[in-house]
């Protein structure tokens, strides 16, 4: 279960040069173009980046998903390589998607018996990791909203 969760707010030219890279297979471009030229946005540093997908998942059952914006020739190529990124959205999207996960009311038990059911391992601590992966995922699709950049989670 040890995989991180790394999120970034790219602009579209980015999002166009890492497409290019990625379906190239030039992964170590593409890396350095994350690292070095797009702006890192919140970290997810507590837990393991497989429960942001679990949290992903989640939420998916609550009705608010990420739709990996298609409408982007760029994005439809980026999704479609071995570098997709589990969240790849627009700011508008990114602001719909905040804006949903923001109104729902999470009861610490819905939370840890969706991780157990779905990992089938207890942990004591499944409620509060997912409560921060939740979290996380508000705050980047929130900061890439405000700053009107698409918004790129990457868990690996």
């Known amino acids: 279960m040890s995989q991180i969760a790394c999120s970034y707010g790219i602009t579209i030219e980015q999002l166009a040069r890492l497409a290019s890279l990625a379906s190239a297979k030039q992964y170590d471009g593409f890396w ?21 997908v679990v949290a992903i998942l989640f939420l998916a059952d609550r009705n608010i998903r990420f739709s990996n914006n298609v409408s982007h020739e760029a994005a439809v190529r980026l999704k479609q390589t071995e570098l997709a990124p589990t969240v790849l959205v627009d ?35 499944a409620a509060g990791a997912m409560r921060e992966a939740i979290s996380y995922l508000h705050s980047v699709l929130s900061e890439a909203a405000e700053k009107e950049t698409w918004c790129l989670v990457h868990v690996g």
């Not at 350095?32 to 942001?52: C, K, T």
């Not at 610490?108 to 089938?120: I, W």
């Open 91 to 125: 700011h508008l999207e990114a602001d719909r998607a905040a804006a949903a996960i923001a109104s729902v009311t999470l009861t610490d038990e819905e939370l840890r018996s969706f991780f157990e059911e779905f990992t089938g391992d207890e942990w004591d601590e």
């Open 32 to 52: 350095h173009l994350l690292h070095d030229e797009a702006p890192e946005l919140s970290e997810f540093v507590n837990y393991s980046g497989y429960v942001v």
